[in-house]
């Protein structure tokens, strides 16, 4: 009997070591070990595909929220943030069915269809590439698409992890296409490419006015209206900015939602 409860004993705590283990030795993800050149990777090449059978559900859900699929990527053009993923994804399975492969030029996008080619265009240093869109993500409230290294690499966001970038979808036989990832010999100024948190938009300016009161109450930073007009109407927006990284705005993100304003999410201007 004693026995028994001894082994019991060693059995629990040999598990629990190797939760802590685990928990401790979690794989990170990161670049290769050793920098691969990847200045002769080529873009994506748009061709026409068929739909991915597995990666365009109506709807899917993520950590409690809901993502609705596009049915279409005609038009589609959006500037956000951008990030990228590497090691610990590579070779695995992507929401198309595809393996993950960092050297190839793709991309993972919470709406657009799989799969889509977009060209990316890093607003603060004018470099653009080509991607097929083959992977769901990234889920992060913050962030737009998720590059493979080898893009992120090109796009020159690796070191920094994240690059405010315009993506643009590409339809077959109507767009010229990006051949190569082209940098500008000045960046392209802050006024070109502004970081603002944006945490409402409304129909009348009075209401725009009472919540940019209210938060102006909360923070120091400066707090502005932003009207936008519309053929149905204008939109007032209230935005906190320009900010002076995507990593304050994440953060001035989760202080406001901690005060109760659980819309605020970063725009680009």
Same mark, same amino acid.
């Given at each position: ?49 068929p739909?991915s059978?597995?990666?365009?559900p ?40 595809e ?70 979808a ?5 767009? #010229?296409?990006?051949? %190569? ?5 000045? !960046?392209?100024? $802050?006024?070109?490419? +502004?970081?603002? =948190? ?12 009472q ?19 519309? #053929?149905?109407?204008? %939109? ?5 900015? !320009?900010?002076? $990284?995507?990593?304050? +705005?994440?953060? =001035? ?12 999410h970063?725009?680009?201007?």
């Amino acid at each position: 009997m004693i026995w028994t409860k001894l082994k019991l004993l060693a059995v629990t705590v040999l598990y629990f070591t190797l939760v802590a283990c685990g928990s401790i030795i979690e794989k990170q993800d990161s670049a290769p070990v050793t920098t691969p050149d990847v200045s002769s990777v080529p873009n994506a090449v748009p061709r026409d595909e068929p739909r991915s059978k597995y990666g365009n559900p109506a709807h899917y859900e993520v950590f409690g929220k809901r993502y609705y699929t596009l049915n279409t990527s005609r038009g589609y053009q959006e500037k956000g943030i951008a990030s990228w993923y590497g090691t610990k994804f590579h070779g695995k399975r992507t929401s198309s069915g595809e393996p993950y492969d960092m050297y190839a030029m793709t991309a993972a996008h919470k709406t657009l269809p799989l799969p889509t080619y977009v060209e990316v265009t890093n607003l603060n240093n004018g470099r653009k590439v080509v991607v097929k869109v083959n992977d769901r993500g990234p889920f992060h409230d913050n962030r737009l698409i998720d590059l493979s290294y080898s893009a992120a690499t090109k796009l020159d966001i690796v070191g920094k992890g994240t690059g405010m970038v315009e993506v643009r979808a590409i339809t077959i036989g109507e767009a #010229p296409v990006t051949t %190569v990832a082209t940098p500008v010999k000045q !960046p392209i100024t $802050s006024d070109y490419a +502004g970081l603002y =948190l944006q945490v409402g938009a409304f129909s009348t300016s009075s209401r725009a006015e009472q919540l940019k009161n209210k938060i102006q109450q909360q923070i120091g930073d400066a707090v502005l209206i932003v009207p936008l007009n519309k #053929p149905e109407g204008s %939109v007032y927006r209230v935005r906190i900015g !320009p900010l002076a $990284s995507v990593e304050y +705005g994440d953060s =001035l993100a989760s202080r406001l939602v901690d005060l109760g304003f659980n819309d605020a999410h970063i725009v680009i201007e």
